[in-house]
C-alpha cells in the first residue's frame, strides 16, 4: 500500500526529504506556513525562495493545513528550526495516527533543560516510535543530485529499515544507528565548529589550521557527548566526521556563511539578517557553553569562540590563548593524558 509521509517545514531540508520521498513513490504532504510560498509552489511547481531550480515530484503535495497533513500519516519528518520544534509538534498532536512515527531532521538543541529534539518527541509523544535523521546533508548539494550518506536513528530497528526503504535512491544512501543521542547530538554541535571554521577562513588562516581546527573540534564534541552518555564512536561516523567536514568547509552552510560573515567584520546581529536562513549553530553555542560550565567539560573552542561571538572579544587574542592552553591529548579516548 502506498505509504502516506508529512513533511512539516518548507525549508530547504524539508522540501528535499519530501521530493525524495515522492520521488519513491510515497504519498507526500509538505506542510508550510506561509501562503504565499505555498501559491509560488503551486504556480511554478518549485520551492523558489529556498531551493531554486529544482523541481518538485507530482506526489509531493505542498499544502498549509497542518491537520489534512498529519491525518492517516505513516511517519511525520520534522523539519522546522528548533526554536519552532515543540510549538509545530504540539499543533500537530492532536490529528496523529496511534501507529504513526515521528522522525526528526532538525539539527539544534531547546535552551530550557537543554533538550534534544528526540528528548521532545519523548516528552511529547512517548507511545509513538521516534527517531532522527542527521548526516552531511547540504540541501542544496542533495537537490543537484551530488551523491550523498545520511543516518537514521532510532531505537526501533522496524523504523530505522521503513525510513531506510522510503529515502534510499540512486544519489541518497541512508545509514542506520541506534544511538539515536549521539547521533543527533554530533548534528547539533557540528554546527558550532562551522562558525569558527568560517571565521577562520575569512581571515585568512591556511590549511593547517583548518585541520587542527576540524581535529580538535572532534575532540571536544566527542568528550562532551561522553560525558552526557552519548557513544564517542558515533563521532567517527556520518553524522560526526561526515557532517562537521562538510560544514567546517563547505560556503553552502548558514554556519559557516555566519562565521565568515564575523570574520569580515560584521556584528553577529548583521551576520544573522545578512544571512535570513536559519543558523542552528548561534544558540546551539550559547547552551552549550552553559552546559559545559555547569558540567566543568573542558571545552577551549567553545569557550573561545563564545567570547568572540557573543561577548566581541578580539579573535587574535582568543586565538593566542587557545594556541598557549594547557597541556592536551592527542586523542584522549586510547590514551590517558597523565601519560602523554
Ligand atoms: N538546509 C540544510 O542543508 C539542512 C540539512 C540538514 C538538516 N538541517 C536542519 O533542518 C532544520 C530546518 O532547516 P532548513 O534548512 O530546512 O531551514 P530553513 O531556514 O531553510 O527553513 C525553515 C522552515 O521552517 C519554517 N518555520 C520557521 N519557524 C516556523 C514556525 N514557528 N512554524 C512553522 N514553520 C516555521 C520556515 O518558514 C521555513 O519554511 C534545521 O534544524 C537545520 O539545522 C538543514
Ligand atoms: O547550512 P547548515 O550550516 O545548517 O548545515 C546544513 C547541514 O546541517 C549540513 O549537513
Redesign the pocket.
Known sequence: MTQKIAV????????VVANIAATRGADVHLW???EK?LQDILETGINTR?VPKYPLHERLIPTNDLAGAVVGADIVFM??????FR??LNDAIPHLGAETALVS????IEPEGFRLMSEVLEELVPDHPIGVI?GP????EIAQGHLTGTVVASQSPELRNQVHDLLSDRSFRVYTNPDVYGVELA?ALK?IYAIASGMAAALGMGENTRALLMTRSLAEMSRFAARLGANPLTFIGLAGVGDLVVTCTSP?S?NYRIGQAIGQGYNLKQAVKQLG??A?GVNTLKVVKAKADELEVYMPLVAGLYAVVHENEDVDVIAQQLMLGERASDVEFIFDSENC
Open positions: 512539516l517545514g518548507g525549508g530547504s531540508f524539508g522540501t508550510m506556513r506561509s510560498q529556498y523539519a522546522v528550526p528548533s526554536k519552532a510549538v509545530v531532521l532538525t539539527k539544534g542527521s546533508n547540504l540541501a542544496k548534528g554546527n553552502l548558514r536562513e536559519t542552528e
